[in-house]
Structure formats: structure tokens, C-alpha cells
């Protein structure tokens, strides 16, 4: 078996970022961190990573796809392709969620990060979580990414089948935020638009928006059938249809504002949204 799907060791985390860091920029990782993603920001990522997974190992999962026909000399240990999930196997009271944000926010900032911009990404990632899943139990698909010279071999969906048979197992539903470029195969596996994420990146100065899409794949990938199920959907999709966000009002270039190209990104790689 050349390609195999495992659970990440602390010693992958330098083969991560880099693989993020490949995967995403340009993009919004480049409009994020205009300076790029310095050893000062990957360190600072790397240890707020550590702290996450070290303080929930039972919530926290991170995975690879190992190609093992790479060399021995390869410079990732043969890492092609890593994703991030959260698994919130039962509903969370207020003080719970509270908790939970509070230990986000208590995280050191990243060096080097263009604040106005994961701020705003940040908050909107909240408010749509908020909208959509809530308190109720759920698996988040925080981030995948696979190195581009290894695209469209399968590595993304076997994250996906990884993280959905496992969101299968505990009965519960999975939420993410999409990329123009994940959105394919997310619909493939069984997600469901739900709405646009309110974040453009035009208001930075970028050419293009960056969409985003909210999108919830039911248990099971059902859809509701009996009463109660229904009722469950509902408060976890509340959200009209995907619908284009009003555009903000538009902010000045900053200063910095190199072109960077229209690419993807679904969630800040050290733990800005909670
Ligand atoms: C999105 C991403 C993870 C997909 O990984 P991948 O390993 O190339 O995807 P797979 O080979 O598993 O693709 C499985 C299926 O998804 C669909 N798909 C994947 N990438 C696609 C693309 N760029 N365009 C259209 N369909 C695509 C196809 O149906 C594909 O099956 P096929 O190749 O038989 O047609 C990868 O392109 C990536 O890392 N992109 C940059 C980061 C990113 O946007 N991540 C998603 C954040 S929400």
C-alpha cells in the first residue's frame, strides 16, 4: 500500500506547517502573513498546536497521508498531505462554550500575522459556527491540506473518509468552512451548503474574495427523517441557503499589498477562531 492514512506524532508538526503553508499560499495565508509564515509565527503555531492537543487528546485529531514510495530522504518524512479535526462528541452547556473560547483567546497572538485580517476571518468563522452548530455535538473539519505536487491522488479524500467514518462512529454531524478549492470534494462526500461565510477579502486590498462556504454534512450524511431527527437539523442549519454576503464597506489598501493570488484557506493554522 503506497499511500496510508495515520495519526500525526509531535515530530510531524515542522512537515505540517509545512505542507499548510504550501497548500495555502497564496492566498489567504499570504494576505494573513504578509511577511510570510516567519520561524517566529511557525513557532508560536506549533506551540499553541501542542498546548491544544496535549489539553484535549481526546478531541483533538491530526492526521497524515505517508506515501511510503517517497525516498527515505524525503524532506517531510514522507508526509504528503495533513488535516486537523475537533470532535465535540456531546452538546456543551454556555459556561462550557465560554470555556472553550476563553481558552482560545488566552492563547499568545502569532508574530507576524496581519491582525485586521484574521480578525475579521476569525470572526466570521465564530459567528458562523455559532449560527450553525452551537452548543450541539459535532465534528469540525479545522483544516486539510494536501502539498500541491501531490493533488488529485485521493490524499484529500482519504481525510475525508478518515474523519467522516470516525464522525460515523459517534453519531454525530460534521461542520467546515470551505475553499472555493475544497468545495469540490466536499460535495462529492455528502456536505451541504449551508450559507457564504461574511468575510471578502477585497476589504484588504485582495483582487478577489476568497469565498467561503459553510457547509454541515448530516449524521451518517442522512438527511432528517423522524421528528426528532428533524428538529436536531434544524437548529444545526438554521442558516438561510448559501446567499452572497453583503460587501462591507470597502477599506484601503494596505500598505503592504502585494498581489497575491486567489486561493483557498478554510482555517487559520494556529487557533485564531475557536
Ligand atoms: C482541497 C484539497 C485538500 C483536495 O486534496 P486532493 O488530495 O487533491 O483531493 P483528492 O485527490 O482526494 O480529490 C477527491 C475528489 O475531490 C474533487 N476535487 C478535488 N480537488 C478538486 C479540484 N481542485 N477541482 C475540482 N474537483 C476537485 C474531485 O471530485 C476529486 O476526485 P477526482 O480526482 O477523481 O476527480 C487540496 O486541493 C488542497 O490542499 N488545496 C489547498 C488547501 C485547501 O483549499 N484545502 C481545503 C480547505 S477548505
New binding site residues.
Partial sequence: MTLEILPMVEADMDAYFDIIWA??APGLMALMYPNGFTASAREQSKQSYLREWQRHPERTKMMKVVDHSLPETHPGNKII?VSKWRFFTRDRSEAELAQEKAEAAAEPAIPDHDGPVCEAFGAAVSKCKDEIVGRKAYALLY????A?E???????????NWGLREADRLNIPVY????E??????E?MGFESLKTMPFDARDFGYPESLE?TCMLRPVKGKKATSPSELKTAQSLSKSTPSSKPALHQRKPMPSTGHAIEP????CIPNGISA
Fill in positions: 497548500a495555502f498531505g483544516i486539510v491540506g494536501v500541491p501531490h493533488h488529485r491522488r485521493g490524499v484529500g479524500k482519504m481525510h475525508l467546515l468552512e470551505a475553499s478549492m475544497g468545495r469540490p470534494l466536499y462529492r467561503h486561493a483557498i484557506r478554510h
